[in-house]
């Protein structure tokens, strides 16, 4: 399971794709710690570099990401999960996906409304 | 069309994904200039770690990337950006996808023939 870690100080970058549907939810980071939880425990875990730790995907909200399928590319420098996810969107801002905003004309637009309200997820402070 | 280059040292990841058939074809980052050209004119434009400098997609093997729709996530550190591929693959090993390879039971196996030669695309180193 090697993987090259090296090229981005200790992390690999991980696409999260819904499984059933294609979409690509969002994009994170995984340290060999991260992956191998990954692997082992069937959800996807991050290392997060704000919070410089790990991070189960849902350990607040619940929205677990349940592993169906790992890829890794050419450099084995990046990997692609494809994740059955649980609850209603993978986004803290309460959107189904993280990429939630499209280019139209040199503009950044909300492309879809959201699935949740993060406020009764997350607390008041979002 | 403010996006944050700051916490991958001028770049951002921009995940490639076939517009017709959802599936994931690369990962690559981008500076400013580079997402401004892939902006401007219509092609996938990344920056290469390697070379230290600009790399339009195709540029070697003809095997372009025409943006369809291009979308941020949350942070505006990540990008995705849905293309259709000119050519049979944007892998330089051969394979449509850069993601050709799958782990199963600790390995990582191929899991699709290539979909042409490289020697032909990009001469006799590969």
């Given amino acids: ?3 090259d870690f090296g090229k981005l100080g200790g992390l690999v970058t991980a696409v999260i794709q819904d499984y059933a549907t294609g979409r690509v939810l969002m994009v994170g980071f995984m340290n060999e710690e991260a992956f191998r939880k990954t692997v082992e425990t069937g959800f996807a875990t991050f290392f997060s570099r704000s919070r410089n730790k790990l ?3 849902g ?3 619940g929205h677990r990401l349940a592993v169906k399928e790992i890829s890794t590319d050419c ?3 990046a ?7 649980l609850g ?5 801002n309460g ?7 499209r280019l139209s ?4 637009i909300e492309s879809e409304p959201r699935a949740y309200d993060p406020e009764t997820v997350y607390g008041s402070t979002g």
Same sequence: chains 1, 2.
């Fill in 1 to 3: 399971m090697n993987l």
């Fill in 55 to 57: 991070w189960l995907k």
């Fill in 59 to 61: 350990e607040t909200s």
């Fill in 75 to 77: 450099d084995q420098d």
């Fill in 79 to 85: 990997l692609l999960v494809r994740v059955e996810a």
């Fill in 88 to 92: 209603p969107g993978v986004c803290h």
């Fill in 95 to 101: 959107y189904q996906s993280c990429f939630y905003r």
């Fill in 105 to 108: 004309h040199g503009e950044w």
